[in-house]
């Protein structure tokens, strides 16, 4: 079945304690990207991949890294969390049409 | 920056009723879908359909690019239809970046 996967899909951390959200695919995409859903602003899209070693900046990348190093994984890096990084993030990937994670739930005290 | 706009924000059918979404936006577009968040937060697809019509069982959409909006329409709603509606669209000037801009959705209630 072709998904995409997310870990963990609860998370509840304190500021500052890094942390990373894993995010695979197995529907060989070579285009990743990842979201933040946020009440009344929408989903934003945080970093992209176009391929292995090839990542940039979406619109709002700031207190995020991100690293792809093999085609199926795309993992989301938070050095720093803080408060206002509380957010629903998705993980998304496909050819023209998007297909998306099951998405995390991230709460940062 | 394109901006995408959904209406009406907020409805709420008895089950059996039928119902349009309408997505407009202001910019020309490679890509348009549609998605259903269930309550769970899960993103599913529904359309893609940066022009044209289809259907998929009571669910069926239409966009009409040249004039930069897109319809989704529901017939004979049930309760496992509620959830919010999200029209997200890929600007034709992204270039490699296949993101997605994403309008802030219609809230649907479906009651028995």
């Known amino acids: 079945e072709a998904q995409v996967t997310q870990n963990p899909r609860y998370l509840i951390t304190v500021t500052g304690k890094k942390l990373t959200v894993t995010c695979s695919q197995n529907?060989?995409?070579?285009?990743m990207s990842w979201y933040r859903q946020d009440p009344g602003l929408g989903l934003r899209q945080i970093y992209y991949?176009?391929?292995?070693?090839?990542?940039d900046k979406g619109d709002v990348p700031e207190g995020y890294k991100v690293s792809r190093k093999e085609k199926r994984n795309f993992p989301l890096i938070l050095e720093s969390p803080s408060p206002n990084q509380t957010s629903l993030y998705f993980c998304?990937?496909?050819?023209?049409?998007?297909?998306f994670g099951p998405g995390t739930r991230l709460t940062v005290l | 920056g394109i901006q995408v706009e959904q209406s009406p924000p907020d409805l709420i059918l008895q089950e059996g009723a039928n119902s349009t979404l309408r997505c407009n936006f202001s910019?020309?577009?490679?890509?348009l879908q549609w998605f259903h968040q269930n309550p769970w937060g899960q993103l599913i697809n529904l359309f893609y359909?940066?022009?044209?019509?289809k259907q998929n069982g009571r669910l069926s959409a239409t966009t009409v690019a040249t004039e930069r909006y897109s319809l989704l329409y529901i017939s004979s709603s049930q309760t496992t239809d509620s959830g919010v509606y999200f029209c997200?669209?890929?600007?034709?000037?992204?270039?490699?970046?296949?993101?997605?801009?994403w309008g802030l959705g219609t809230s649907l209630a479906v009651n028995p």
């Open positions: 998304a990937t496909g050819g023209v049409e998007q297909f």
């Open positions: 529907m060989n995409h070579e285009y």
């Open positions: 991949s176009m391929n292995v070693e090839v990542t």
């Open positions: 910019d020309s577009v490679n890509n």
């Open positions: 359909i940066p022009s044209g019509t």
């Open positions: 997200a669209v890929g600007p034709s000037n992204a270039g490699n970046n296949r993101k997605l801009i």
